[in-house]
């Protein structure tokens, strides 16, 4: 049991001294300004966020852009990605250890456009998330920064084994604006879309929630999932998907989509105050980084420590089988020995028993000898006596 202990805790410091070797340089971040995104409040998260390099892309993306780079941030684009570009995204994820940040927008105005590019982005690099085709709007003055259409959404992220997200909820107390942001959705094999609120599925993680909220519908094709019948203004109040995540575990792979924006947004996530609101945005952000970091980092190695854990504790279990096996056969063999010694004292006492009767017997036949004789010889005696007293014949 010893020498086990022993072994997790050599197997972990390698993994640890791995580890720090593979990132002995900070995770670097590349922020997309390549296709049409907005640079608005960019400047501030990366001079108060200085764990991550930083880098700002300007032309399209490619595998030498990418060479390098840990994180992406996709921050609403407005232009379409080409299939260059997609098959670009996609190889850099399928190289492991990365996250991708994907912002869309409602379908309000031009945003319709946004989600249509955005969802095929999606498509092409193979994850279920999708943007809703639609607009997330909240009536309650609890709910939104003085307008129906600048929601406050809330940091509830879901629990995942190893991937530690309660990172994303550290000092949050106050809401986080979303300016007329849309939803998320996901598609399933078939090609269905489903809601996230209700249906799951094995890697869909849910980060931040609209509360009390509505679909609304400003520009064609109706939403996919939540129709104006049962979610529209005045069916009652709603929740949503505002962000979520897909994590490819054999990969280590984080996909994020929102449906706003952290940067470049009308009012981006990043904002502290809002119409007299106040707001947690960049505590949030920072909390964002600083879990993307932690799953790129830490995550493979907890996931590796883990498993080492199992196997380890699997192994254990075993020869502790087996012992107990062996204890079992010698208690079975030690139960066989008493009931042989049971045996064995049980024929001694009927050898003791019988020795006895034999000793008796010999007694009896030694008496009946020396009364035999005692006959005989009074036998002898007596004829004796017979002879002597017989008178003589006359000469």
Known sequence: MKAAKALIVLAVAALLLASFNAHAQPVVVAVDLGHGESSKYLDYIMGNITFVTWKVIKGAINASVLKGVDILLLGQPTVAFSPDEIKAIRDWLNTGNKVLYVAGDSDYGPGGKTIAQI????????????????????????????AYYRLLTFVEPDSYPGLNTEMLKRDITLPVLMHGPGCVIWVDEKGNYRDPVKETFPGLIRLVWARKSYMGDNTPPTPYVYDLM?????TGDHSFVMYAAEYWPEKNVLIVVAGESLYGDYEP???????????DGPTFVANLLRWWVYVITEAPLQARITQLSSTVNEGISKVNSALASQSSEIQRLKGDLQSLQSRLDK????VSSLSGSLSSLAGTVN?????????????????????LRKPKAAP
């Open 230 to 234: 049962s979610y529209g203004k005045g």
């Open 347 to 350: 024929l001694s006492s009927d």
């Open 119 to 146: 969802n095929d982005l999606l498509a092409g690099i193979g994850t279920k998330l999708r943007l809703e085709h639609g607009a997330v709007y909240s009536d309650y003055p609890e709910m939104n920064a003085k």
């Open 269 to 279: 996530a990043w904002a502290s105050r809002y119409y007299g609101v106040d707001l």
């Open 367 to 387: 008496t009946l000898m020396i009364i035999s004789i005692v006959e005989a010889v009074l036998i002898v005696a007596a004829l004796a006596l017979i002879l």
